[in-house]
């Protein structure tokens, strides 16, 4: 069994503060997601990685995926009160078309 | 153009009962995933599929079925529905379901609650 653990589970800080949700597995993936899942919605994507140790940015989100596939993270500079919800990685391994979900992040930005 | 449709919104059953949830992927998408998502935890993957077939199946019990019709839309069944089957069942379509290089888009879910 896959697993993909995040780490912190639950995060609150003030606006204008610095932040990383870390992701990890003992699996290998061949690519990882990030989404965003806010009340009453389903999980929005907000990227894919597919290269060991790749870089994404997406303004103020910057995204990393592990040299080994197995652990990736997300960097958020200057939180705003709109990037508060539940963060949640979620991959694909090789020969399995099953998505995997992390276990969740729920981030609070305080105003 | 709408986005991946789904219901009930919400539904309450008792314990040993059966329910249908129903989804409509966004128009011109061939495949259709089912998850699970309970209360603090991250979505689970229960079925997909693909031109009516069905591609990957989750560690769900017999209980769980789900098909898939001419129009691409989706029913998933739940049997004599347990305490612990309360969770927000969410459906995801994409254009040909190939995971790896396919963005997947969710419904709003249906948030069933089992008493």
């Known amino acids: 069994t896959q697993l993909l653990e995040q780490s912190p589970q639950f995060l609150s800080i003030q606006e204008g503060e610095n932040l990383t949700v870390y992701c990890n597995s003992s699996s290998v993936f061949s690519s990882l997601q990030w989404y965003r899942q806010e009340p009453g919605e389903g999980p929005v994507l907000l990227v894919t990685?597919?290269?060991?140790?790749e870089v994404k940015k997406l303004k103020r989100l910057t995204f990393q995926f592990g040299d080994a596939r197995k652990d990736s993270s997300l960097h958020i500079t200057a939180a705003q009160t709109g990037d508060t919800g539940l963060y949640l990685c979620a991959g694909y391994s090789f020969g399995n078309e099953k998505l995997t979900f992390g276990t969740g992040t729920r981030l609070t930005i305080i105003p | 153009d709408a986005g991946v449709t789904q219901s009930p919104t919400h539904l309450i059953k008792t314990r040993g009962q059966h329910v249908t949830l129903r989804c409509s992927p966004i128009s011109g998408h061939k495949s259709v995933s089912w998850y699970q998502q309970v209360l603090g935890q991250g979505p689970q993957f229960i079925f997909q599929y693909y031109e009516k077939e069905e591609r990957g199946r989750g560690n769900f019990p017999d209980r769980f079925s789900a098909r898939q019709f001419p129009n691409y839309s989706s029913e998933l069944n739940v049997n004599a529905l347990l305490l612990g089957d309360s969770a927000l069942y969410l459906c995801?379509?994409?254009?040909f379901g190939q995971g790896l290089e396919e963005e997947q888009f969710f419904g709003p879910g249906t948030r069933l609650t089992v008493l």
């Open positions: 995801a379509s994409s254009l």
């Open positions: 990685v597919v290269t060991g140790g």
